[in-house]
DNA sequence: AAGAATGGGTTCCGAAATAGAACTTGTCAA
DNA sequence: TTGACAAGTTCTATTTCGGAACCCATTCTT
């Protein structure tokens, strides 16, 4: 499978994959959640390679997770920001930096945290049921088919046993 | 920045994406939340070169997020589990699924529905604060130096003006 | 006993993507 | 006239990927 075809997968997840899923459109992200909006702002604190943000920011903003403002006329400069559909990208990718903080930050803890104005604590997302409220856990969801599935679309039964811990 | 530095990034995110932050680890994943748990399996699956996945499965396996459980001795076999830490992905797996359910879903809708066996509604994941519960926001969070924070860790505050050095 | 099947890989090659550096373009200020 | 700035584009060398073939220990079929 080529990039070209992930977004025409029968899954969302794919589909997202086939916008954001490679390490350098994710960071370039990041950059845009701490406000960054300038190609050589991505430049000098992400140290890519400057042809591949340029690729970047063009697939982000045909994409519609970016668009580009012009910051001034004569010379005209652009910037990149994030629409409402880059803004919704917000909880993906605070989902993997808590993951993050969780499993991968050394003994000192988290190099950066977050605060929610709202009411004013250092938080972390919490991912919960949209209809219960309870906490989501992997093992207490099923899956079935969607209305957007393929006629033959084979979603495997097996015997679930319980992960391995660690 | 190469691979293997990503992991020493000051950066929960950055670090995260040095374990998941490739196209086919994140599908594999999404198998193996599937219950799909076998090389021969993720390779018809995917329609991934057995090399990469033999390498994305040893990679995972390395950082802890699958576990080798054999499943037969005689000729010994072995499959691939989530441990614990892998089970954790799964919100942020959640969180680019339901990304993808609303914003890169055809006209029909999502192919898979996701049930929640503890309610018993079709379902997706709320991001949420983990202090008040109200809903995450971007544009509600402002960020701060963590424990983990390097000593000259900058933070950009306002839209940015001018260059802001990293 | 010979040959095929099974599961889980490894090896090889050409194609594609990436890193790093140099070059381009439009505009203004010294 | 030269230089600086912002935002790219072009070049080459290296790395990774896709696709196919091959390997190997064991078990099944005939």
Redesign the interface.
Known sequence: ?R?EE??RE??????????????WT??VL?EC??????F??FE?????ARHVLADRLKKLTEA?VLAKVAYQERPRRE?YR?TE?G????????????????????P????????????G??????????????P???????????????AN?S??Q?P?KS????
């Open positions: 499978m990039w992930l977004d029968p899954c969302s997840l794919a589909r997202t994959l086939s916008v954001v899923g490679d390490r994710l960071l990041r959640f701490l406000r960054i909006r300038r050589e702002e000098q604190r992400l140290g890519i519609g910037e994030l559909k803004l919704a990208l917000y909880p993906a990718l605070l989902a993997l930096l808590d993951w993050g903080d969780k499993y991968m930050a050394g000192e803890g988290p190099p950066l945290l977050r605060r929610h104005k709202t009411c604590h250092v938080v972390h997302a919490a991912s919960v049921c949209s209809e219960c409220g309870e989501l856990d992997a093992r207490a969801m099923t899956v079935e088919p969607g209305p957007g599935a393929p679309f979603i495997p097996r679930s992960a391995v811990d660690k």
